[in-house]
């Protein structure tokens, strides 16, 4: 009875739409997800367009084995937890209705242990080919009075995805172009009941697509999969026609249609990195699943024989996505190609060289002229010598070059001739490791150098001039933000060599120091 009811309760909600099924299986006994049924829900979200749903219900099921009172409370564990999974990719507005029907009778016993995802549709759709009646145009194919150029430069910008409807299959076309007016001037065709020719405008909608960082607002179109196959999508002119415009045909293939190889423009925009501690070569690559076609080769940047491989890692976080690493050329993360449709008389230029997503880890510093500011502090011979001075100083991405004076806590004027080198940076903060989307702090502007330096020093006071130089290894905190006061911190241990012989006996000794460079100005 309580099967019955709960099933014309389904019924009756679906009120004649269109819908489809999704079945998650589970052990005996179990309502916990197994992993290879998560890989079947991330696909939802995919495979179907979520936006144009009118509701979804989840029915809970469980298998006759045991009593019965068991086996409902079962079901609704399992239909609980596909629920609250689901709702990350559900748009919140969409209604939802959850139910458990206990045990089910099928032939095959895994199969009655399941919950089911019914996806109801609206039947109305402007985008559907169908309700497109208005704004139409036949196709003459006795005389050639319209061009119709396919607009290959758009499609090697998008991303193109197989979603069902019902009964249907559709192409949706994922553009990352936010000029609205060229993409209305797209068209798409169909062929009617009476096997003509028929030209409709592509209708565009404001979408956000994709998951977790990758969700972002995109502008899609709809185009039945067997009409985007014939015809794709196009813009149409006036005569004359160009070298590339297509003669549309019933029975007959495009007819000027090529492969090129092509920067994947879709996919480099919809990835992240991860930068090394240390600068390297190569950095670590990751780009969801969806944005991939498996059945395709991939290459990296211009080099047509250097295939790109994917990796695929465990766990759950990890079966979203795709694995790969990309060599850094220059300051560029090297391009993800493939081969794509093209115009057979005018292909696209590649530009597979052109550096788009900038992957340099560490900010290179200010190199003007700059006017510095330094405290800082010295120990040597048991000595404590805080000490201020005032200089020019001079950067570039390896080293520096400094002439300082001022006095120190005594009132003894002290100078210093500094030549630096970096030979290590590295980043200090954690986040530097951890996946990044490209533009989003790719640049570290905070971190860490090893250096070896030399340094002429002279100390004058009222009765003696001491004169040495230094040969030191340092650690320096830089930071080389914009406009920063604070240019870097450092520490220092240093072998000195008295030239003057004024120090003591020792020729030769140890010294620490520590100070704080500041910018006051750059020329």
């Known amino acids: 009875m309580i099967k019955r009811a709960f099933a014309f309760l389904f019924l009756l909600s679906a009120r004649l739409l269109s819908q489809d099924t999704i079945s998650v299986l589970f052990k005996t006994g179990y309502f916990k997800i ?36 068991s086996n409902l409370k079962l079901s609704e564990k399992r239909v609980v937890q596909v629920e609250k999974f689901c709702r990350k990719f559900i748009p919140a507005t969409i209604p939802v209705r959850v139910g458990a029907s206990g045990e089910t009778n099928q032939n095959k016993l895994e199969f009655n242990r399941r919950v089911n995802i019914i996806l109801y549709f609206k039947t109305k759709r ?6 497109a009646d208005n ?22 910008h998008c991303h193109l995805r ?92 495009l007819s000027k249609v090529d492969t090129c190889f092509q920067t994947d423009y879709f996919l480099m ?52 996505y795709f694995f790969t690493k990309l060599p850094v050329r220059i300051f560029y993360l090297e391009n993800i190609t493939r081969y794509t449709d093209c115009c057979t008389y005018k292909p696209e230029p590649s530009e597979c060289d052109k550096g788009i997503i900038g992957v340099c880890p560490l900010s290179p510093p200010d190199k003007a002229l700059m ?3 330094e405290p800082g502090y010295n120990y040597q011979l048991k000595t404590h010598l805080p000490y201020f001075m005032l200089g020019l100083g001079k950067n570039w991405d390896k080293g520096l070059f400094a002439l300082l004076s001022g006095i120190d806590i005594n009132h003894n004027w002290y100078s210093t001739l500094r030549y630096q080198y970096y030979y290590l940076s590295f980043p200090f903060k954690s986040s530097v490791i951890s996946w990044q989307s490209p533009g989003s702090a790719l640049t570290i502007e905070r971190y860490g150098r090893l250096y070896i330096g030399s340094e002429l020093n002279a100390l004058i006071t009222q009765s003696t001039n001491y004169i040495s130089q230094n040969l030191h290894l340092g650690l320096a905190l830089v930071n080389y933000k914009y406009r920063a006061f604070f240019q870097r911190a ?34």
């Open 269 to 320: 925009h919809n990835l992240q990195v991860k930068v090394p501690l240390f600068p390297r070569s190569w950095v670590r690559v990751r780009v969801p699943r969806e944005y991939v076609d498996i059945s395709c080769d991939y290459f990296i940047g211009c080099h047509k024989d250097w295939k790109l491989k994917w990796e695929e890692r465990s766990g759950r976080k990890n079966q979203k």
């Open 126 to 131: 402007r985008e559907t080919i169908e309700s």
């Open 34 to 69: 197994e992993n290879k049924e998560i890989e079947k829900l991330d696909l939802i979200p995919v495979t179907f367009e979520l936006n144009d749903l009118d509701s979804v219900h989840f029915v809970g099921m469980a298998d006759s084995v045991g009593k019965f009172e």
């Open 371 to 373: 006017i510095i500011l």
């Open 135 to 156: 704004d139409t145009s036949a196709v003459n194919t006795t005389s050639v009075t319209t061009c119709y150029d396919i607009d290959y430069d758009l499609l090697h």
């Open 162 to 253: 197989l979603i069902t409807k019902g009964k249907k299959e559709f192409i949706v076309i994922e553009s990352q172009v936010t000029e609205w007016k060229k993409l209305e001037k797209l068209f798409y065709a169909d062929i009617n009941k009476s096997g003509k020719i028929i030209v409709r405008p592509l209708k565009w909608k404001d979408v956000t697509t994709g998951r977790f960082w990758w969700a972002r607002s995109r502008n899609t179109a709809l185009v039945l999969k067997e009409s985007f196959r014939k015809f794709k999508i196009f813009r149409k002119h006036p005569l004359p026609c160009g070298e590339c415009s297509e003669t549309f045909e019933v029975n007959k293939p």
């Open 490 to 523: 450092f520490i220092q241990y240093s072998v000195n060599v008295d030239y003057s012989g004024n120090y003591s006996s020792k020729t030769i000794f140890p010294m620490l120091q520590a100070g704080i460079d500041c910018k006051l100005f750059h020329f």
